[in-house]
């Protein structure tokens, strides 16, 4: 799959913590690097506000928060939404209920993580879960963009991706 550019979509229920951070890594990373990849965030079931700690972690590693909003993907299954080419899962009831059918079959991959959102503790607890996703989808967004634009056909690349959460610390 020789692309130019890649639109991937990061999915959560909640859509306020795990694919807002992975949103923000994506667009950040891939501004830095000069590749061509785009990303957006969305839920199945959006809580309609980010979580304030999502916020600042990004924040505080430099990234842009300005357009973080949690949103539903039903606003990526219509006709006039980006096409996607990458739908990636970080939540198991993301990655277990029906999702829409996206326009262009894109390739999807799930990338489990914890909810940082439903740490307990302290404030500095519930930071450092928040931190522990960033970092993690640090590693396997890094790992992806170095992989953008090599030829691959979708099963290939899918099986790339899965590989990297498989691999990831």
Not at 26 to 36: D, F, Q, T, V, Y
Request: aromatic share 4%.
């Amino acid at each position: 799959m020789a692309q130019q550019s890649l639109n991937v979509l990061i999915l959560c229920t909640g859509n306020s913590a795990r694919s807002i951070l992975g949103e923000g890594l994506i667009n950040a990373l891939a501004a830095k690097s000069g590749k061509r990849v785009r990303g957006f965030s969305a839920g199945s079931q959006p809580k309609g506000q980010v979580h304030p700690v999502a916020l600042q972690v990004l924040k505080e590693n430099g990234i842009t928060v300005d357009d973080a909003r949690s949103k539903s993907w039903d606003v990526f299954a219509g006709a006039a939404a980006p096409q996607m080419d990458v739908v990636i899962t970080v939540c198991a009831s993301a990655a277990g209920e029906t999702c829409p059918i996206w326009p262009g079959a894109p390739v999807t991959v799930h990338w489990g993580l914890p909810d940082p959102a439903a740490a307990t503790g302290s404030a500095e607890d519930i930071h450092a879960a928040f931190q522990t996703a960033y970092d993690s989808l640090h590693e396997r967004i890094s790992r992806l963009l170095e992989i953008v634009g090599q030829d691959m056909e979708p099963a290939q690349l899918q099986a790339r991706l899965q590989g990297i959460h498989q691999t990831a610390g």
